[in-house]
């Protein structure tokens, strides 16, 4: 990454309950030093060394400066895809729980249990906005895909989230599952790069579609 600072600032408190543990918000254009981090310090947990790998690094912070700083079109970070900034940011969360968790079949587990939460609020997006499921729809779609008997009040949160948010489970679900498998098909295609050399090419394509997004990476990795 080029030189670069960032500040934090709390969320005001009448925005805690509704707010979301923290986000990376805001930056100029022309230089490296505006990017800022709110916390809500009622969120804070102990997942949240992993909210930071998505948030900061080497999340939207990461993603954003290293685009800004090899991109010569500034539309492509101007107006860049929400599925591609979510996507990498909610991939690389998943990457970094081998920093926080040791035991190797614990990390596995959990990043299975947080992958399937981003796809279902996914699936719950296209249900609910496209498809018009009421909340007994989803709650039954729930209850039969994890074999278990769910009530409303259970699905209610995600629910309430994606009928106030249309669209805002699938630019996580959809994104990470397009950056994922983007990264997997190249991975297989080039065993011997490094994961460094993976992310690189990755970061380096820049803010286009999937399908260009590869055909540049194996472009840079052969």
């Known amino acids: 990454l080029p030189e670069h600072s960032y500040f934090t600032m709390d969320v005001p408190e009448s925005m805690e309950e509704n707010f979301s543990p923290a986000a990376y918000l805001g930056y100029h254009l022309d230089n490296f030093d505006s990017n800022m981090i709110i916390t809500n310090q009622a969120n804070v947990d102990s997942d949240f060394g992993v909210t930071c790998a998505h948030e900061g690094y080497p999340g939207h912070m990461f993603q954003s400066v290293y685009t800004r700083s090899v991109c010569e079109h500034p539309y492509l970070y101007i107006a860049d895809s929400v599925g ?66 769910l009530n409303d009040s259970a699905v209610e949160h995600m629910y309430n989230i994606v009928t106030n948010q249309p669209g805002y489970g699938v630019k996580y679900g959809i994104g990470f599952l397009n950056t994922g498998l983007t990264i997997q098909s190249v991975r297989e295609q080039f065993p011997d790069a490094t994961d460094e050399e993976i992310f690189t090419a990755y970061l380096n394509a820049l803010p286009l579609t999937f399908e260009m997004i590869e055909e540049r990476m194996v472009t840079a990795l052969s």
């Open 84 to 149: 591609y900034v979510e996507g990498w940011a909610t991939y690389v969360e998943n990457y970094c729980f081998k920093y926080f968790v040791t035991n190797e079949t614990a990390m596995v587990l959990l990043q299975a249990d947080n992958e399937l939460n981003v796809l279902l609020f996914a699936r719950l997006d296209i249900g609910i906005n496209w498809e018009g499921w009421s909340l007994s729809d989803c709650t039954t779609y729930l209850s039969d895909l994890l074999g278990q008997s």
